[in-house]
Structures are given as structure tokens and as C-alpha cells.
T-cell receptor
Framework: DAKTTQPPSMDCAEGRAANLPCNHS???????VYWYRQIHSQGPQYIIH???NNETNEMASLIITEDRKSSTLILPHATLRDTAVYYC??????????????FGKGTKLSVKP | NAGVMQNPRHLVRRRGQEARLRCSPM?????VYWYRQLPEEGLKFMVY????????ESGMPKERFSAEFPKEGPSILRIQQVVRGDSAAYFC??????????????FGPGTRLTVL
């Protein structure tokens, strides 16, 4: 699985959009970008994933650059409950090994009132 | 539809004792993964199992640790002769059978092991 790079921490004001960047310059053509988050003391939670098109669900939006070397997770209206560590992970969707997730250090997002 | 269940949520053991951690995957999921999170660190993969088979144990310590996922019942992570360095949060995740769905893994709430 490709290596990812994320800023160690970010702050966001409550109600504003949180934009979390991720660099994955060595991503392969069959690797998807996944985002998980871990709220303090809880198990990680799946947020969203995508290949090359932008994706949106009830939790967030995922913007992937045309060259796929980076992406941005957008929480459109951050709340205090969004305070968590956010992990960007790249991996094959299916066909290859359906094995482990490789968690980096992630970005610690602090949403402030 | 219940999520991934882990028990106990908290486990305290003295050095040298055995720890047994249980994980019940989501209904219909036949893949189970165990991860360990040391204090102030990220999650590290330990082992990946399907029913009755270990698929990938590349993250398991060579000694004292074992895992199983029997045909019936939960997956078990077993740590023999625990040491203080085993103190960590142990998370279990499950996913549907290979080649289906979005390949996302659903995580349980974790078991926090404290070794005195």
C-alpha cells in the first residue's frame, strides 16, 4: 500500500468547513483513497473512499486531484464531535489482498467553539 | 444490526498471566482483523483471519501471541505470560467476504489491556 503524508494537527472553528489534506504521490492506478477517523478512546470509523472522481456522502466530501497524487477530505460544517484523528489510507479495493489497513500518524483535528 | 462487539472492554492482568480478548464480527462478515494501539501511537496491524484460517499474521509478535477464528463463536486473541509492554488498546475489525462491498472495515470499541 502507498505511503501517505498528512499534517500532524489542524484547528477548525465550529460551523466552518474543515479541509484535511493528504499527499499520496506514489499511489498506484488500482489503489483507492480511504479516510477513517478515530474519536478519542473509540475504534476507528470509516468515513469515505474514492478512486479518481470526487465523492460525497452524509459525513464528508472527498476531492482527489486529477493526477491522484493528493486528496482533501472536507467536513462541510464541523462540530465539536468531529474532533478526532483523521487517517488517510491508500489501498486496493478488491482483487488484490484484502488485508490490513496501514495507519499512519494521521491529522489531529481540533474543532473549537 | 449489531456492530462489531468486543469483550471485555477493560482487562487488568498481572505480569505472567494470560489475557484472552474476544471479538464477534458483524453479522454476515467472515473476515476479522486485529490491531494494537500502544499509548499515544497509531494502530498497528497484527493478524487477519477468515473462518478457521489465518490469512496474514505478519504483524503478530513471534512469541506469546496467538489468534483464532473458529467455525462457531467469536475470534480470540490470546496473549500468554503478559508483560507490561503488552498494555495497549486492542481493536478488532470485520469486513464482508472478499470481493464484495466497499472493502471497508468496521471496528469494534476495543479492549483496553492493563498489565500491572
Amino acid at each position: 500500500d502507498a505511503k501517505t503524508t498528512q499534517p500532524p494537527s489542524m484547528d477548525c472553528a465550529e460551523g466552518r468547513a474543515a479541509n484535511l489534506p493528504c499527499n499520496h504521490s506514489t499511489i498506484s492506478g488500482n489503489e483507492y483513497v480511504y479516510w477513517y477517523r478515530q474519536i478519542h478512546s473509540q475504534g476507528p470509523q470509516y468515513i469515505i473512499h474514492g478512486l479518481k472522481n470526487n465523492e460525497t456522502n452524509e459525513m464528508a466530501s472527498l476531492i482527489i486531484t486529477e493526477d491522484r497524487k493528493s486528496s482533501t477530505l472536507i467536513l462541510p460544517h464541523a462540530t465539536l464531535r468531529d474532533t478526532a484523528v483523521y487517517y488517510c489510507i491508500v489501498r486496493v479495493l478488491r482483487g488484490g489482498s484484502q488485508g490490513n489497513l496501514i495507519f499512519g500518524k494521521g491529522t489531529k483535528l481540533s474543532v473549537k467553539p | 444490526n449489531a456492530g462489531v462487539m468486543q469483550n471485555p472492554r477493560h482487562l487488568v492482568r498481572r505480569r505472567g498471566q494470560e489475557a484472552r480478548l474476544r471479538c464477534s464480527p458483524m453479522k454476515g462478515h467472515s473476515h476479522v482483523y486485529w490491531y494494537r494501539q500502544l499509548p499515544e501511537e497509531g494502530l498497528k496491524f497484527m493478524v487477519y483471519l477468515q473462518k478457521e484460517n489465518i490469512i496474514d499474521e505478519s504483524g503478530m509478535p513471534k512469541e506469546r501471541f496467538s489468534a483464532e477464528f473458529p467455525k462457531e463463536g467469536p475470534s480470540i486473541l490470546r496473549i500468554q505470560q503478559v508483560v507490561r509492554g503488552d498494555s495497549a488498546a486492542y481493536f478488532c475489525a470485520s469486513s464482508p467476504r472478499r470481493g464484495t462491498g466497499t472493502n471497508e472495515q468496521f471496528f469494534g470499541p476495543g479492549t483496553r489491556l492493563t498489565v500491572l
